[in-house]
């Protein structure tokens, strides 16, 4: 089995950053994708971000794209999302996903685990 637990939610002002983690431990895949998605209440899970096992390939959501950066350390199988210019839209349950392959990292249904997710709320 693959555990994924993520770390580094909380509240922000409007503006501000944070930094999630997530780690993979278990039975972790050479090759995998990985990714963030979030989902507020009242909505759908949504994809964030998601890159590929080299870290060459990576998929964002266009209502991030400037803000948010995915990266990944394969040593330490793990991901981050660094959230910059955090705006209330923001707020949401974030989930760290990790896929078996790594060629469908900026599908949705491309991610196979998930993480319990950790809470971001932005203030305005």
């Known amino acids: 089995q693959v555990q994924l637990v993520e770390s580094g939610g909380g509240l922000v002002q409007a503006g501000g950053s944070l930094r999630l983690s997530c780690a993979a431990s278990g039975r972790t895949f050479s090759g995998s994708g990985m990714g963030w998605f979030r989902q507020a209440p009242g909505k759908e899970r949504e994809l964030v971000a998601g890159?590929?096992?080299?870290?060459?390939?990576?998929y964002y959501k266009d209502s991030v794209k400037g803000r948010f950066t995915i990266s990944r350390d394969n040593a330490k199988n793990t991901v981050y999302l660094q959230m910059n210019s955090l705006r209330p839209e923001d707020t949401a349950v974030y989930y760290c996903a990790l896929g078996r392959t790594s060629g469908r990292y900026y599908l949705i249904n491309g991610y196979d685990y998930w993480g319990q997710g950790t809470q971001v709320t932005v203030s305005s």
């Open positions: 890159i590929s096992w080299s870290g060459s390939g990576t």
